[in-house]
């Protein structure tokens, strides 16, 4: 089993920044890839950033040079800087984890990020 949980979340104007984090704690020693997702009102969960246990990252085109995800492994916990915020990024933003060897998918409860005008 493993837990996560984000902080981070909050209002900020369109051009602002914010970063998100999301602990992880249990099994940790089994997570191979760890992720942010978003989910917009009325819309699908989509893919913002995910980053493999060797620090390999992969971006949504959409985020591409505005995100950026990293991972404290001492610390168990993976961050999200988001630049250049856009009223269109307001969602709830949730953390993933996928396990070894089993592909388990883990999930955060949450954090929400509004981006005002």
């Known amino acids: 089993q493993v837990q996560l949980v984000e902080s981070g979340g909050g209002l900020v104007q369109a051009g602002g920044s914010l970063r998100l984090s999301c602990a992880a704690s249990g099994n940790i020693f089994s997570i191979n890839l760890m992720g942010w997702y978003r989910q917009a009102p009325g819309k699908q969960r989509e893919l913002v950033a995910h980053?493999?246990?060797?620090?390999?990252?992969n971006y949504a085109d959409s985020m591409k040079g505005r995100f950026t995800i990293s991972r404290d492994n001492a610390k168990n916990t993976v961050y999200l800087q988001m630049n250049s915020l856009k009223p269109e990024d307001t969602a709830v933003y949730y953390c993933?984890?996928?396990?070894?060897?089993?592909?388990?998918?883990?999930w955060g409860q949450g954090t929400l990020v509004t981006v005002s005008e």
């Open positions: 980053i493999t246990s060797d620090g390999k990252t």
């Open positions: 993933n984890a996928i396990v070894s060897p089993t592909m388990l998918q883990y």
